[in-house]
Nanobody, 124 residues
Framework: VQLVESGGGLVQVGGSLRLSCAAS????????LAWWRQAVGKQRERVSC????????EYADSVKGRFTISLDRARSTLYLQMGSLKLEDTAFYYC??????????????????WGQGTQVTVSS
């Protein structure tokens, strides 16, 4: 399993950014995918998940209505479209993949795979 993020950068408050995660080495139907983030001095936070098998998604309350997770199977790429960005969205963003527990949308990340991450900085 290999995950490679891209698309991070500097954006102003209220702006938009789209993160990409190129995925390879596994069958999407056997895995769940997620975006996590970690700000300086804070714990890693799960932002959003998607189940490739049925397209079900979950979002953290902090990003609901502003972020959208999606998967392009043809390009083997996971996306995170971020809008109405706030200063508190500044963080290092990671994509992640793991085999889900039955009935779960999000990957448990016990033995999962992480990408190397990409920095998102929101400025005022």
């Amino acid at each position: 399993v290999q995950l490679v993020e891209s698309g991070g950068g500097l954006v102003q408050v209220g702006g938009s950014l789209r993160l990409s995660c190129a995925a390879s080495g596994f069958d999407f139907d056997d895995y769940a995918l997620a975006w996590w983030r970690q700000a300086v001095g804070k714990q890693r936070e799960r932002v959003s998940c998607i189940s490739p098998r049925d397209g079900a998604t979950e979002y953290a309350d902090s990003v609901k209505g502003r972020f959208t997770i999606s998967l392009d199977r043809a390009r083997s790429t996971l996306y995170l479209q971020m809008g109405s960005l706030k200063l508190e969205d500044t963080a290092f963003y990671y994509c992640a993949a793991d085999r889900p527990l039955p009935g779960d949308i999000c990957p448990p990340m016990v033995f999962g795979t992480w990408g190397q991450g990409t920095q998102v900085t929101v400025s005022s």
